[in-house]
């Protein structure tokens, strides 16, 4: 559609009057693009109050992540000790019970490791949990298992940096295994898994999209259902994007933030 004609000028007014550049100026593309954005992200966020469907969304997306944060942070502990412990066993002490439970742990992160984060939710409610209705939980079980798999490596790596001299330090003082680990190897270990254990939490937030595709209702999942009642999806998915955006500049900085005081009390 051209420009619409300029109205008549009231008796004592001053109009600019439209020149041809001003006309294809007006009809340029990326212009008539720019002027419908408004009414556009209106109707994607504020019209009928669908904001408040992003805020429900949004909640739903952190109780994902802390779900499946804590989740794998508990798997993740369990598989690191069992499997460093097995690999830190003297030769000709080797304990058969601990053996198996090794081969379990290496199992599993094989496979979850192996395999694509969709696939694994796709199984946990379609094959697994096919007849459960409650389609969040489902997706905190399967981001959880699949984010257990990969902080056991993280924590691992963490343990097996921690001088061996360390341990044998603790195992002289009478202390248990556990009580080692638990009291002189994991609190130095802590300070070198911190960065990849600040990327996991944020690859988690953002990875909780994809519990979209089986219907839970977090963020995406209304982006999804606005845009398909708005005919228009640009502006639910950029205005979710910014939002993932804005969180995770917020997680980054505080990550780098503990870092920063962590380096300072290693310092003094």
């Given amino acids: 559609m051209g420009r619409p004609p300029f109205p008549a000028p009231r008796k004592g007014a001053r109009y600019a009057m439209p020149t041809p550049f001003t006309d294809w100026l007006y009809n340029f593309p990326p212009v008539q693009w720019f002027n419908e954005l408004g009414p556009r992200f209106y109707r994607a966020f504020f019209e009928a109050d669908r904001w408040k469907l992003y805020l429900q969304g949004l909640a739903v997306t952190f109780e994902i992540t802390i779900a499946a944060i804590v989740m794998g942070l508990v798997l993740g502990l369990f598989v690191a000790m069992v499997r460093t412990a097995h690999d830190q066993q003297r030769p000709g002490r080797r304990n058969p019970l601990l053996g198996f439970v090794n081969l379990i742990c290496k199992v ?125 999806f640009m502006p639910p998915l950029i205005g979710i994007a910014l939002i993932y955006l804005f969180f995770v500049v917020i997680l980054t900085w505080l990550q780098g933030k503990l870092e920063r005081r962590l380096g300072q009390s290693d310092r003094r």
């Fill in 108 to 232: 599993y992160t094989t496979v979850i490791r192996g395999t694509p984060m969709m696939v694994q939710i796709l199984i946990w409610a379609f094959v697994i949990f096919k007849g459960e209705r409650n389609k969040v939980m489902v997706g905190m079980i399967g981001m959880g298992v699949n984010a257990g798999a990969y902080i056991s490596e993280i924590i691992r790596g963490g343990l097996m940096s921690v001088d061996p001299g360390q341990a044998e330090a603790g195992r002289s003082l009478g202390l248990s295994y556990f009580d080692t680990m638990r009291f002189i190897i994991i609190p130095q270990a802590f300070k070198n898994i911190l960065p990849s254990m600040g990327n996991e939490l944020v690859t988690l937030f953002k990875d909780t999209s994809l519990v979209n595709a089986i219907g839970a209702a977090e963020m995406t999942y209304y982006a999804n259902r606005i845009g398909g009642k708005t005919y228009d």
